[in-house]
């Protein structure tokens, strides 16, 4: 566990439901009992690849309201003097209220490090509470909506750079050791160690080819492939090679014969093909070539995208394509259209049924994992930085320059960036994305997500 994160905020913002989110389990609702003190719980979420203690300081408007303020207070600075960083979280929908300001500047005063969040930001309703949250003065706001999982790859951002003082988590033994490269050296292009079993995910709909794909990948008949209607199976793993190299493939069969019945049980299971996604390094998101790109198609691409991992697609069925070139073109224009967040994805196109392009998914995959653990130079990116500033530097905001200093890579798997800059809550959207754009254009990083985080530094 790398740090401490408290959630602060007063009652009803949502901060129960972050920590549920965050730490995966019910078990907060479950000991929800009037007049148990669940006071500073903490509990161990993770956030991708990214592991932490967190401590929830919900609860207290269960006690009286004579006392209400100063139990708030106690815990609540018992819960940030505990903590590395308070997650500071306001109600977007409601905007900022006199105890929201109250908090603040209890936060300020204790000099600690902030990441202010404006949470229930879903949809249209929240947009002028995360404006008028900028003014507590407490940065740029991360905009989130704890309730449906919004947001949780710019929260993932926030919280990396407090994990960087530390050693790499427990999973470290079955990736590849970043520490062996150290940021700011010329070592683009680092080779992946090909011994480790490189982490695969089939996720895809009901009946695009999943458990066909990998049936005919392992070459037997290993996979349950039950008559039974709704048979629940949770994802499974089996270990595979492909010229020589290991594979652990991860299957979400239990997505499997769920495709009529309600909404309850497709969202379980998208569930199962979370946890594919964050177990695995690549993610191999299956298309039925006949009906592409529906909507749980670009959901799973978004799901793959906000986990940050490497995604391919692979137009699978395409032995039932008539006319291939024209069918190519149309995917190409679609992905394009459709999928901005995963630019320059390989889509291969492959029958899991003959086991055509099979090869060339693997290829991709293993093409697309070497991109996502690249490491650009700290020297390069600066260079790059240089010449985007000269050409196009970030526009003035109320009369005043925006200056850029200086860029680092902090972090590999996914490719993840930190830039210096003056006023980084003054920098305009637009602007960050088309320095995102700039670095997977420049550094050849296709297909893999990109964070940009901009911290305040002159
Ligand atoms: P806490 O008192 O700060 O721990 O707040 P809770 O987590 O108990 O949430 C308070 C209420 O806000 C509950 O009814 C939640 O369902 C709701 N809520 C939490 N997060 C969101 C969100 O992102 N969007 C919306 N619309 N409601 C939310
Ligand atoms: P899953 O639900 O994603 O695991 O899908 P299945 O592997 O069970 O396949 C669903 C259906 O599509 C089955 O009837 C398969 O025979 C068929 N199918 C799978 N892959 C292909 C393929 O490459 N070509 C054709 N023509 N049919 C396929």
């Known amino acids: 566990m790398s740090f401490k994160a408290a959630i602060v905020g007063r009652p009803n913002v949502g901060k129960s439901t972050l920590f549920n989110r965050l730490v995966g389990s019910k078990i907060a609702l479950v000991d929800d009992t009037p007049g148990v003190t669940r006071d500073r719980r903490p509990g161990e979420a993770r956030i991708g690849d990214l592991h932490f203690t967190i ?18 207070r106690a815990q609540t600075e018992a819960a940030i003097a505990e ?19 109250h908090f603040a500047e209890l936060l300020r005063r204790t000099g600690k490090p902030v990441v202010l969040i404006a949470n229930k930001a879903e949809g249209k309703a929240g947009e002028a509470g995360v404006l008028e949250s900028y003014g507590l003065g407490l940065g740029e706001p991360v905009a989130l909506s704890a309730e449906h999982g919004e947001g949780m790859a710019d929260l993932f951002a926030a919280l990396l750079p407090f994990e960087r003082t530390e050693p790499e988590d427990e999973e470290a033994d079955d990736t590849v050791a970043e520490t062996d490269v150290p940021v700011g050296e010329e070592d683009e292009g680092a080779p992946v160690d090909l011994t480790r079993p490189l982490k695969v995910a089939v996720v895809g709909r009901p009946n695009a080819g999943k458990s ?39 299957d979400t069969a239990g997505m499997r014969k769920k495709a009529r019945v309600e909404t309850k049980l497709e969202r379980l299971s998208v569930g199962d093909a979370l946890r594919a996604i964050r177990f695995a390094e690549v993610v191999v998101l299956t298309f039925d070539a006949t009906i592409p790109f529906e909507k749980q198609d670009l959901q799973l691409a978004d799901l793959v995208v906000r986990e940050g991992r490497a995604l391919v697609i692979a137009l699978n069925k395409w032995d039932l394509i008539e ?21 320059g994805v390989s889509l291969v196109p492959i029958s899991g049924l003959t086991g055509s392009g099979i090869d060339k998914l693997m290829q991709a995959v293993a093409k697309t994992y070497e991109t996502w653990n690249r490491r650009v130079s700290t020297a390069a990116l600066n260079r790059w930085l240089a010449s985007v500033l000269e050409y196009h530097p970030p526009p003035a905001v109320s009369g005043r320059r925006v200056k850029l200093r200086y860029m680092t890579q902090a972090k590999s798997r996914p490719p993840t960036f ?10 305009p959207e637009a602007y960050t994305r088309y320095l995102v754009n700039g670095l997977r254009d420049t550094f050849g990083l296709e297909a893999v997500p990109i964070r940009l985080m901009l911290r305040k530094g002159d």
């Open 55 to 72: 401590i929830d300081t919900a609860g207290l408007e269960e006690a009286d309201a004579a006392t209400l303020e100063g139990r708030m």
């Open 83 to 101: 903590a590395d960083v308070s997650l500071f979280m306001i109600d977007a929908r409601a905007g900022v209220t006199p105890a929201d300001e």
């Open 212 to 250: 066909t794909l990998i049936n005919t990948m392992l070459g037997e008949d290993r996979l349950l492939t039950g008559p039974e209607a709704g048979i629940t199976r949770d994802s499974i793993a089996v270990e595979w090679e492909w010229r020589g190299r290991p594979i652990r493939l991860f």
């Open 323 to 343: 006319d291939r070139q024209k069918a190519m073109a149309e995917m190409r224009e679609k992905a394009e259209r459709l999928l901005p967040q995963a630019r």
């Open 418 to 427: 930190v830039a210096f800059c003056s006023r980084p809550e003054a920098l």
